[in-house]
């Protein structure tokens, strides 16, 4: 006797709306797979993100550059499901740009004239920022025939130092940060920049950039800056100490909302939020190698709550649920009940050491994971598949496009 056998049910004959909203809700890596199911899952997956209307959050991923690739795409490993996806970007080629910083779905990036572009790796788009030569303590210097020679940067006091035009941004930017996902509008761009770490910012579609002085007396040092719920940039500097500026046309005046509290002046230094809204410190410490494993590598990360009442630090032993990530991306905590693929109580980390990042394409880039509780960390991938140059960097991708 036989046994009678039902058909499967059809998916593809879904309606549209319905498998609109069913594709809308999965991340990239699984929209990417439903779009192999059939001809109509195909099409309905392409248009989401061919419209910019595909806007669901994303798992972080690790952007970089691979000698296969070439200089033209980049990959983006996703740690939603350990796989790494190409992506073919616009000109001037990804290979031979500074990465400067990711916020919001967006690198920024400065090309071989030291120039800053925004870039969006999942959608492809571009947008160029204010020439570098409207930055603060930086002159372009041209020839008889009037085209760009160099750049002189000053240094305060001191006589202006000459750059070769792609030799500045090796030297000049130190870290960008955005205030929101510019498909969003009314999106500023901050830069933390040399001589002595100052700030910069500039709205998408500025002309120039615009300077915030910190303090008459003294450099201000930065270390990292994020932008709070309120709108405001809240700036900590290497001290420990945390500015607040309420950024209004083009200027903006720093409020002292927490003092200095470590005794030494820390090269790895980040401001963040826990996903309950607790400030964090987080001091990060590396050591250096020599021979075949030459360069910088984390071996502790130490996390202080900001008691802004108290103007007191105090130490958080754990992270909980939230997972952190630091390097040159925007600094910031995820709850993993939000995206369960991340581990709880983990630091991701990407190398931003400044000196090493001014020179040395070479030296082996600082990338892993820190396990906040045995005080261990490991590779993410092995073996690294990334180039040492340009520096990988996380990124949660974004799929919003802006609108024209």
Known sequence: MEESTAAGP???????????????????????????????????????????IYSRPQTPCLFYTTAA?????????????????????????????????????????????????????????????????????????????????????????????????????????????????????????????????????ARVGDEKWHWLPSSPREPPEYSDCIFGDDGALYAMNRLGGIHRYAIEGSCAVPEMIFKDTSPFSAYNAYIAKTSSGDVLQVWRITKSTSGEQKGIHTTRVDIYKADLDSQQIVHVPTLGDDALFIGHNCTYCLSTKDYPRLLPNHVYFTDDDEYLLMGGHEIRRDVGIFNLEDECSYDIVSPQPWLNWPIPIWIIPSFNKIQK
Request: glycine share 6%; proline share 7%; with cysteine.
């Open 69 to 201: 690739g070439g200089t033209r795409a980049a990959e983006l490993l996703s740690l939603a499901d350990k796989k790494a996806y190409r992506a073919r970007l616009p000109d001037p080629p990804i290979g031979e740009r500074n990465i400067v910083g990711s916020s919001h779905g967006w690198l920024v990036t400065a090309d071989a004239r030291s120039e800053l572009h925004l870039l969006n790796p999942a959608t492809g788009e571009q947008v160029a920022l204010p020439s570098v030569g409207t930055i603060e303590k930086v002159s372009p210097v041209f020839d008889p025939a009037g085209n760009l020679k160099r750049y002189d940067l000053s240094l305060y006091d001191e006589d202006p130092q000459p750059y070769a035009v792609d030799e500045l941004r090796g030297v000049l930017y130190l870290k960008a940060v955005l205030s929101c996902d510019p498909s969003m509008g009314d999106c500023t761009v901050v830069v933390i920049h040399n001589p002595y770490r100052d700030i910069s910012f």
């Open 10 to 52: 059809d998916w593809s004959k879904l309606p549209s709306d319905i498998l609109t909203t069913v594709l809308g809700r999965l991340e990239f890596p699984d929209l990417f797979s439903a779009a192999d199911v059939c001809a109509s899952w195909r099409s309905i997956s392409r248009a989401l993100r061919r419209l910019g």
